[in-house]
């Protein structure tokens, strides 16, 4: 792969770039699709900043006046957030070896592009990795609980750079256990002696990794190793109590819960969302906060974002945006009842009793069928 350097060109802070940046060595910067979030990261993208040979000139890709912003951030969408989770990745690798100097730049990046695209559209954002969940790879867990994190973050009033420096806590909670989450989802067996250490310390080995690859932030480290401690005191790996776990790490407790909960392992399918929402339900007041717990129920709703449901006609479809009413969101059927794809998806209305909510379905068993995926939020699905 042959690169030359970033040309001269008219993006500003707020673009998003249309093409991936890399650095001298060949290793990426700043992805495609990621936001320009300050003047700072302007600054080293020129300095720094390589793209490949044969890129197009961004003239005509950045600030073009005949279409709205809008749009073309949400036809992007999808690929944004497949190219970020290859980032994430490409961090958590970094991190592990100790070579990840600019981790608070590269992780923040992204955290920055994960929360203009929860502002931009919730329910979009959480569907969209909702679906993404049809396996344990780490890097798409810790997008979607990052994006999660918000939905408690911001009803709680956190401020901006506390929401901020919680979602990048939330992209690395794990990063410790990263060479072995596949094998721990994979596993069947008990956990060895080894394996079990592993978890009880991963914790603060996570902390640890941060901080040796230049991360100082108080928030995000503190989230990243009170997120197992439990409001009774029967977490790790420090047994706090109480409002003694900051709001961060009980916001992050609760996202590590329904996230992994709702993927599938080698020993269990993936848990439907409204079991792992029971589940949080029943440990409110206990072992997690209660208040938070009750927000994370009320505002996901019965069928979160993403989720897939079989409806009474049979059809198969998707819930698209939540509506004051948690159990009756708004669905695009996907799949008809002869079990052939839609060429475009059409509304339903799961309070009529022909095409009311009959069950979920696992995302894994019919995605093949839903096409591309930003549609299912576009304003022009018909009713049909």
Not at 46 to 68: A, I, K, T, Y
Not at 134 to 157: E, F, I, K, N, W
Not at 259 to 277: E, H, K, N, T
Not at 325 to 351: E, F, K
């Amino acid at each position: 792969m042959r690169f030359r350097p970033l040309p001269d060109i008219p993006i500003q802070v707020g673009d998003a770039l249309p093409f991936t940046v890399f650095d001298r060595t060949g290793k990426a910067l700043l992805v495609k699709g990621n936001v320009i979030d300050s003047d700072l990261m302007l600054v080293r993208l020129q300095e720094r900043g390589m793209v490949e040979d044969g890129v197009g000139s961004l003239r005509q890709e950045v600030g073009r006046p005949d279409e709205p912003r809008a749009r073309i951030v949400e036809e992007r969408q999808t690929v944004r957030l497949r190219d970020a989770q290859e980032e994430l990745t490409l961090i958590h690798r970094d991190l592990q070896a100790g070579t990840a100097q600019d981790a608070t730049a590269r992780v923040s990046a992204l955290a920055v592009q994960l929360r203009d695209a929860y502002e931009q559209d919730p329910d979009q954002a959480m569907g969209l990795l909702q679906l993404e969940a049809t396996d344990h790879r780490l890097s798409r867990r810790l997008m979607h609980a990052a994006v999660l994190t918000q939905v408690l973050a911001l009803p709680s009033g956190l401020p901006a750079d506390h929401r901020l420096s919680l979602m990048c806590a939330a992209l690395t909670f794990d990063v410790a256990l990263a060479p072995m989450s596949e094998q721990l989802a994979a596993q069947t067996t008990p956990l060895s002696e080894a394996q079990w250490r592993a978890i009880q310390s991963h914790t603060l080995e996570s902390v640890d990794l941060l901080q040796r690859c230049g991360v100082n932030d108080p928030i995000w480290l503190e989230a990243v190793r009170d997120h197992h401690e439990r409001v009774d005191g029967t977490g790790y790996p420090r047994g706090l109590r109480g409002e003694t776990v900051s709001i961060e790490a009980r916001i992050l407790g609760i996202v590590d819960i329904y996230s992994a909960m709702i993927r599938p392992r080698a020993y269990r399918d993936a848990q439907p969302s409204r079991v792992a929402l029971r589940d949080i339900f029943l440990e409110r007041g206990q072992r997690i906060d209660e208040r938070l717990a009750m927000m994370f129920i009320k505002e996901l709703g019965v069928y979160p974002p993403g989720t897939m449901v079989k409806l009474a006609n049979g059809e198969i479809a998707v819930a698209v945006r939540r509506t004051t009413d948690g159990a009756h969101p708004q669905l695009r059927c996907v799949i008809g009842r002869d079990g052939a794809p839609l060429a475009y998806p059409q509304i339903r209305d799961s309070r009529n009793p022909e095409t009311a909510i009959s069950e979920i379905v696992s995302a894994s068993q019919y995605r093949s069928g839903l096409g591309s995926l930003n549609v299912l939020w576009a304003r022009g699905a018909t009713a049909g």
